[in-house]
């Protein structure tokens, strides 16, 4: 259902390594929609989980030039508050700007981290499609706007979620790291995947590998290192 139907919604928490029976601790809140997550840490009794939140959705596009006339939201990062001592849930939106498919580096994944980065929509469009990637910040007092920063991938070229890379370089660096996607130009049936400096955020890739397909963007994506690789063919 359209969220704009719901009065409010539910989130369930589940303590890790619960036994069986163990009952989910549920919190109420104010109704929105989902897809995604970026990440979750605990601090005192308070679950701090980070997300895209769309305050209303539907995926009828049909109606009106481009879906305009459908598609009436766009997700935004936002933080979840569950404070496990009064039982009180509370969400407040990050940032105006729009987006989804966040991501933060992957050894951060349940742990404090400064930047989330999320491939951000052009709202102009009236559709969700990617034209860059914005950087949040994860710990911006409330009041203030956490995009630090926002690449665009340029006129006419779309991508998704971009995966964060680390740079052996730049180890103890919470943004030293690289920015990987796919990305597609209107018209053409070619993509390239991209490489942007995840610290500088700056438009100009550091680095641009030409396919020989099309890939489609807005979907997942995963890094796997050379080390990895080895390590999986050592098992096979």
């Not at 989130?11 to 979750?40: N, V």
């Not at 308070?46 to 481009?66: K, M, Q, T, Y």
């Amino acid at each position: 259902l359209p969220s704009s139907l719901l009065s409010f919604q539910r989130i369930g928490l589940l303590r890790k390594g619960a036994p069986a029976g163990d009952d989910t601790r549920w919190f109420e809140l104010p109704a929105c929609m989902i897809f995604h997550t970026a990440t979750a840490w605990v601090t005192g009794d308070v679950v701090s989980l980070f997300a895209c939140c769309f305050e209303s959705f539907d995926l009828d596009l049909d109606a009106g030039p481009r879906g305009k006339a459908a598609f009436d939201g766009f997700a935004r990062p936002c933080v979840i508050e569950l404070n496990l001592a009064t039982g009180v849930a509370s969400r407040r939106r990050l940032t105006e700007t729009a987006g989804d498919f966040p991501v933060v580096p992957a050894d951060t994944l349940g742990s404090p981290t400064r930047y989330a980065y999320v491939a951000a929509a052009n709202v102009s469009l009236g559709v969700p499609l990617f034209d860059g990637v914005a950087k949040i910040d994860l710990t911006a007092p409330a009041g203030t706007d956490a995009t630090v920063a926002r690449l665009a991938h340029g006129p006419g070229r779309h991508g998704g979620e971009a995966v964060f890379v680390p740079d052996p370089k730049r180890a103890g660096q919470v943004d030293g790291g690289f920015l990987v996607t796919y990305v597609h130009e209107d018209g053409q049936e070619k993509s390239e995947m991209v490489v942007y400096d995840a610290a500088t955020m700056a438009s100009v890739p550091v680095a641009r590998v030409a396919l020989p397909a099309r890939v489609p963007h807005g979907f997942h994506a995963a890094h796997v290192g050379e080390a990895q690789l080895a390590a999986q063919a050592s098992e096979e």
